[in-house]
């Protein structure tokens, strides 16, 4: 058990020596970046891990989600979803499209694909939806809209690294799909992430829209930037990939004891995986009704801190409700109810492979306690 502060999450490192040795042979070569050997090693890891034929590199995921809109040079309205991370709106926005949002469903808190079609109108070139916590989205029915008005399919894949559906990963629905590799994600290279996608063309431009849009020695194509992954970073995620299985087992025995705990209270609503999925177990997600339960998300925040636990309101505030984005149009969280009910009830609770059951009990006694 713990006696030192237990946060949210830790990141899941591999052993020093394993590490080192992987970085060994960058001071032979002296290549640090610039799509180097450890970066072409890990591009090739992950399309097997991932069962796609074709994936990029990226310096983070935001990078990578902010490349792939541009590649794909899309304009207009783009529908997607306030309950995530700013990452998600703040790419369309920073691109020049127009955020539209739809509502969440009550049960997953994935993108609610009845409230999409709606939404489309005559300038609406995509759909940007978000695999939340690592729940896949409603795949089937956005892919069925998708194709019947023509729109593209880019999925905010940041949680779902290490998810399944079948034998299918996360990674082989919609047009493409982004990941984050960032340290607080299931599968870390410290910063980093990646698209995957279909099709040679877009392989070719988004390798050059994140390096300056440079096309060979004296061709620079695209007004890019400067968006790709060095050597020590894809080194982090060679090791990583290698005890992955491992890491998602801990989290499965750390949710696992969280559920049975916590879903019995009156009240407390947890997230289990829906059937036919493999999970992550990337986050704990727990909604807290004051009414049943008889405390709110924020007395049981506060009671875990006042034990030196960190919690974490995650998502709260609903992206349409950022400082930010005041006043735009659109940008209301009166439009999106369900989001906005689960966003002023949830708690993220400490999650990481290697949280001690024990330190799970004392957290579930802990907002046990908070309850009626
Ligand atoms: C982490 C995250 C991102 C951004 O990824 P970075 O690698 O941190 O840039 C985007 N969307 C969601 C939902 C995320 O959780």
Redo the contacts with the bound molecule.
Sequence with gaps: MSDSPILVTRSSMPPFEEYVKEIEPLWESHWLTNMGEKHRALEAALENYLGVDDLALFV??????ECVLEAMQLKGKVITTPY??A??TH?IVRKGLTPVFADIKPDDYTIDPAQIESLIDEDTCAIVP?H?YGNLCDVDAIQDIADRHGLKVIY?A??AFGVFRGDRSSATFGDAA?F???A??VFNTI???AVCFRGPELKTKLNRWKNFGIADEETVEYVGGNAKMNEFAAAMGLCNLRHLDGEIAKRQKVAERYWERLETAPGVKVCRPAAGITPNYAYLPVVFEEDEFGATRNDVFDALKAHDVYARKYFYPLINDFDCYRGREGFDSSRTPVAKHVADRVLTMPMYADLALEDVDRICDIVQACGK
Aim: hydrophobic content about 35%; glycine content about 12%.
């Design positions: 983070n995921g935001h990078q990578a989600l995530s991370f990452s998600t790419a978000v939340v905010d940041a949680h982004m984050s590799f960032h607080t994600k910063e980093g992430g």
